[in-house]
């Protein structure tokens, strides 16, 4: 089974900037690869997903401000956070999603934005 690591995580104020990291035990090249985040008392949900081939997706409340980028040579999937909102905190998760096999699950990097 793939192993990922999360890692960027922290305390900030509102409006300020993190990148998150995912580093893969093994080659994602070939895997859409997604960011979840969990906040207190709520379910997972999906933050962003970049696909094996071409494109992305991000959930429409952090459009314009949260990009996922991929370093295929690194095995490793970035989430650049900009203008952070209290309402982003929680725990980030990355997923491993290939077309064949089992999927994997980061131990989880928090992220926590004071107002």
């Known amino acids: 089974q793939v192993q990922l690591v999360e890692s960027g995580g922290g305390l900030v104020q509102a409006g300020e900037s993190l990148r998150l990291s995912c580093a893969a035990s093994?080659?994602?090249?070939?895997?859409?690869m997604d960011w979840y985040r969990q906040a207190p008392g709520k379910s997972r949900e999906l933050v962003a997903r970049i696909f094996r081939t071409v494109g992305s997706y991000v959930r429409e409340s952090v459009k314009g401000r949260f990009t996922i980028s991929r370093d295929d040579a690194k095995n490793t999937v970035y989430l650049q956070m900009n203008s952070l909102k209290p309402e982003d905190t929680g725990v980030y998760y990355c997923?491993?999603?290939?077309?064949?096999?089992?999927?994997?699950w980061g131990q989880g990097t928090q992220v926590t934005v004071s107002s």
């Open positions: 093994a080659s994602i090249s070939r895997t859409d």
């Open positions: 997923h491993y999603r290939p077309l064949v096999g089992n999927d994997s």
